[in-house]
Each structure stands twice: as C-alpha cells, then as structure tokens.
C-alpha cells in the first residue's frame, strides 16, 4: 500500500496497530506461544500435548480471538490493507 488515508491514520492513532502499515506485531505473539511451549519440552515433556494442540491462525483469526480491545479494528485494518496492497512479486 502506498499511502495509508488519513482516516486510518486517525483510526489506529490510540492503538498499537502501526499506522504506517495497518499492522500490529502482537500476531507474532501467536508465534512465539508455540516456540516457548517447545522450548519446556526438555524439562517439562508433558506439555508435549499442549505443543500438539497448538495451530496456526490467521491474522484477522488472532486479532478476533486475542481478546484485544483493538483486536476488531486490526482485523479491520488488516483486510483493508490486504484489498489496497499490490501482490507479492516472486
């Protein structure tokens, strides 16, 4: 995306959504669940089921469940972002 509108800009001024990007690095928080339950499996190889259970989610999937008061604006933010960004170039 080129230029974010303004209107974006003011809608996730008061949030931890980048206003440059309409993303929020808490998504990675999502990540590094999983790596730290792997990271006890040396010393705690009963949370193996808890590293099982583990699955990946979606950007907007983590936002709408993360329980964040601001998790519906970055879902929001997100699937404008996604509409008015150019596909990836390989």
């Not at 303004?6 to 980048?18: Q, S, Y």
């Not at 259970?53 to 469940?65: I, Q």
Request: hydrophobic residues 40%; aromatic residues 8%.
């Amino acid at each position: 995306m080129d230029e974010v509108p303004e209107v974006w800009r003011v809608k996730v001024a008061v949030t931890l959504i980048n206003p440059d990007s309409l993303l929020a690095t808490d998504y990675l928080n999502h990540f590094n669940e999983v790596v730290m339950l792997i990271g006890m499996l040396p010393d705690m190889p009963d949370m193996l089921p808890d590293c099982e259970a583990w699955k990946p989610k979606s950007y907007p999937e983590h936002f709408l469940n993360a329980g964040l008061t601001y998790g519906a604006l970055a879902a929001e933010a997100y699937a404008h972002m996604r509409r008015h960004s150019p596909p990836p170039s390989n």
